[in-house]
Each structure stands twice: as structure tokens, then as C-alpha cells.
């Protein structure tokens, strides 16, 4: 396909999507739109300014295997730091760790980064490089972020490497 | 009809539990990085039991899809602006309180 051809599919894609959600999240009521249309048009500018990516390469199998671990793990997460709250005791020991990442740079990236903070006890506090730092709740107990990234890099069909290149 | 309202409400229960826990955290942890974790974790969750109660006692499939939707839009952005503030956080040099 021809450059041009390709950047002006994929803006087709965009804005169909863009209108698509926001019809479903209003229901479709005409005056809703007043509002839909310049936040599709910033949506799309925002979009058009961040660096491009290769197309989406997403694994059905990777997919129907992170939904039920990533509902898991939040559900996970939510108890135990509910826990964290109430306990009188306030069972806390946090630091910042380092995670050297083997993800490559792009989308997978950035889903891992968002997945990190939903995941029991870890947020992911700043990107350096190729390492993340990772605040946990507590440092005594394995985050499992290892785990988490194979799923990642599953459902987004892209290699793990080391931290070399 | 009375079990889907049962379901419901215990889901709707749930969520006020999880909801409470999130505002006992924000308000109980030492410092930022602690309380962005009772946030976005135990509010993601309320959230969801939420949805999912609504989702039982609705009746068309644009309403479970709308539903569902609003619940992925506030996932990504409450993990992005989390981790935003984490950033400029670590950024600005505020050092994580320790035991």
C-alpha cells in the first residue's frame, strides 16, 4: 500500500472510531453532538501529533487470556489495598524498585505502564530509559511484574528482549 | 426478577465497601504515592461492581456495551493521570515516606 493511501486509512479508522464511541457512550442524541464534534476534532489532533505507530497487532488468543488474568489481578488489588486502609495497623513498607523492561518502546509499553498501577501493591511512578520505577505497597512481597509483561508482550504479539539494545 | 435484584444489590454493596476503603486510604495513607494506589485500585474496582450491577438490571445490549465502555475509559484514565502524577512526583523529587 502506498504511504499516502495507508496515513489516510488510518485516519478513516480513527475518526470512525471516535464517532462510534461517542454515539455509544451518548445513545445518539443529536444536541450531544454540539459537544462530540470538537472534542472528536482535538481527539484526532492529539492523536495525529503523537508519534505514529505501526499498525495494531493484536492477538486474539494473547487477548482471551489477559482478560480473565487482568480481572483477576484487579480484583486482587483492589481487595488488598482495601485491606492496606482498614487494617489499624496500616500494614505498609513501601519503596521504589526498578524494573528493567524487556517490552519494546510503543503501545506495549505504555499498556504495561497503565496495567502496572491496576495491578495489586505497584505503581508505575516514572520511565527512565529502559527502566520503570516502580512504587510497591510493600517490598517484602513479589510484584510478579515479569508475569505481567509476558502477558503483555502476548497480547501484543512483540518479542521480550533483554535490556541490551 | 428478585434474584437479579439481589445479585444487584449485593454488588452495589460491594462496590460502597470498596468506595469507602479507596476515601479511608486517600485519607489514612503517609504520602502521594500511597494514596494514588488506594485510588486508583479500590475506586477501579467500586467502579466495576457498580457496573456490573447496572449492567444485570438493563435491558438493551447498547446499554451493557455504553456500560462496559465507560468503565475501560475511566481504567485508562485513572491509570494514566496516576501515573502522571507519580511522574511529576519522582520528577520533582518527593521521596516515598518508609517505614
Redesign the interface.
Known amino acids: 500500500m502506498a504511504p499516502q493511501t495507508s496515513l489516510w486509512l488510518r485516519f478513516t479508522l480513527r475518526l470512525g472510531g471516535c464517532l462510534f464511541?461517542w454515539w455509544?457512550?451518548t445513545?445518539g442524541r443529536p444536541s450531544s453532538w454540539i459537544i462530540g464534534v470538537p472534542t472528536i476534532a482535538l481527539a484526532l489532533w492529539v492523536m495525529n501529533s503523537a508519534p505514529q505507530n505501526p499498525a495494531l497487532n493484536i492477538s486474539f488468543v494473547g487477548l482471551i487470556q489477559f482478560i480473565p488474568y487482568f480481572l483477576l489481578q484487579?480484583?486482587r488489588?483492589?481487595?488488598?489495598?482495601?485491606?492496606?486502609?482498614?487494617s489499624i495497623s496500616?500494614p505498609?513498607?513501601?519503596?521504589?524498585i526498578d524494573f528493567p523492561l524487556n517490552l519494546p518502546a510503543g503501545r506495549a509499553q505504555i499498556f504495561f505502564?497503565?496495567?502496572v498501577?491496576?495491578l495489586?501493591?505497584t505503581?508505575?511512578?516514572?520511565?527512565v530509559g529502559k527502566t520503570l520505577?516502580v512504587?510497591v505497597?510493600d517490598h517484602k512481597v513479589d510484584p510478579r511484574l515479569h508475569q505481567l509483561e509476558f502477558q503483555v508482550a502476548r497480547l501484543f504479539n512483540c518479542p521480550l528482549r533483554g535490556g541490551d539494545d | 426478577m428478585a434474584l437479579t435484584d439481589l445479585i444487584t444489590a449485593f454488588l452495589l454493596l460491594g462496590s460502597l465497601?470498596?468506595f469507602l476503603?479507596?476515601t479511608?486510604?486517600l485519607l489514612?495513607?503517609?504520602?502521594l504515592?500511597?494514596r494514588?494506589?488506594?485510588l486508583?485500585?479500590?475506586d477501579?474496582?467500586?467502579l466495576?461492581l457498580v457496573v456490573l450491577a447496572l449492567m444485570i438490571q438493563s435491558d438493551s445490549w447498547?446499554v451493557v456495551?455504553?456500560l462496559l465502555?465507560?468503565w475501560l475509559l475511566v481504567?485508562?484514565a485513572?491509570?494514566?493521570v496516576?501515573?502522571l502524577i507519580?511522574?511529576k512526583?519522582?520528577?520533582d523529587g518527593h521521596q516515598?515516606?518508609?517505614?
Open positions: 464511541l455509544v457512550l445513545g484487579s480484583v488489588g483492589g481487595i488488598d489495598v482495601a485491606h492496606r486502609a482498614c496500616l505498609l513498607d513501601p519503596r521504589i505502564l497503565n496495567s498501577s491496576l495489586p501493591g505503581l508505575s511512578a516514572d520511565l520505577k512504587h505497597l | 465497601g470498596f476503603a479507596g479511608l486510604g489514612r495513607f503517609p504520602d504515592y500511597c494514588l494506589h488506594a486508583t485500585k479500590a477501579n474496582l467500586g466495576g447498547q456495551i455504553r465502555l465507560i481504567l485508562v485513572g491509570a494514566t496516576a501515573h507519580a511522574r512526583a519522582q520528577q516515598p515516606w518508609r517505614r
